[in-house]
T-cell receptor, first 113, second 112 residues
Framework: KAGVTQTPRYLIKTRGQQVTLSCSPI?????VSWYQQTPGQGLQFLFE???????NKGNFPGRFSGRQFSNSRSEMNVSTLELGDSALYLC????????????FGEGSWLTVV | GENVEQHPSTLSVQEGDSAVIKCTYS??????FPWYKQELGKRPQLIID?????GEKKDQRIAVTLNKTAKHFSLHITETQPEDSAVYFC???????????FGQGTELSVKP
């Protein structure tokens, strides 16, 4: 079974631009979550999607948004990039059944210059 | 509110010694407590988890204990090896869904 796949793995953007990151969950998993990891703030929950609906949301500004498609694939978008948005963005998927386990992708490394 | 405190932030042990990392959570509704190991430049990988109806769980050299009354849970690694060196994260979550609140992480160094 393939794991959680994220693209692109590395990208550099300029302040003020926007970026879209993509995530394909493990086959059969319907829940997709996104996390931001930085040295200063650690691992922080951004949002979770289930059946194309946002089910949970963390404490991030509206510049951070996401969506989920009918095949459970998900994208997250960050608009008007700031230097502080430089981070590793991790996608995670789970089956959402009783006793679900959450698996992470390799992440997308975003550098804002 | 949702908050997880993790201690210590760094831990250095000799190969063969035991290592213990402790976490405290605040959300009484949490019922799922995973531990992840993250090596430099890699993704977090689940090493063990425990649910609120269990007090202790063991998998070879790794064990986790949970005290729901005190809202504490701990990771125990016995007979540590250099390849155990990594950053370990605890988290609180729920039986359904992908929302996890993580602790700040513990950098474990196992010296040969």
């Amino acid at each position: 079974k393939a794991g959680v796949t994220q693209t692109p793995r590395y990208l550099i953007k300029t302040r003020g631009q926007q970026v879209t990151l993509s995530c394909s969950p493990i086959s059969g998993h319907r829940s997709v979550s996104w996390y931001q990891q930085t040295p200063g703030q650690g691992l922080q929950f951004l949002f979770e999607y289930f059946s194309e609906t946002q089910r949970n949301k963390g404490n991030f500004p509206g510049r951070f948004s996401g969506r989920q498609f009918s095949n459970s694939r998900s994208e997250m978008n960050v608009s008007t990039l700031e230097l502080g948005d430089s981070a590793l963005y991790l996608c995670a998927s789970s089956s959402d059944g009783a006793g679900n386990t959450i698996y992470f992708g390799e992440g997308s490394w975003l550098t804002v210059v | 509110g949702e908050n997880v405190e993790q201690h210590p932030s760094t831990l250095s042990v000799q190969e063969g010694d035991s290592a213990v990392i402790k976490c405290t959570y605040s959300d009484s509704a949490s019922n799922y407590f995973p531990w992840y190991k993250q090596e430099l430049g890699k993704r977090p990988q689940l090493i063990i988890d425990i649910r609120s109806n269990v007090g202790e769980k063991k998998d070879q050299r790794i064990a986790v204990t949970l005290n729901k009354t005190a809202k504490h849970f701990s990771l125990h690694i016995t007979e540590t090896q250099p390849e155990d060196s990594a950053v370990y994260f605890c988290a609180e979550g729920y039986n359904q869904g992908g929302k996890l609140i993580f602790g700040q992480g513990t950098e474990l160094s196992v010296k040969p």
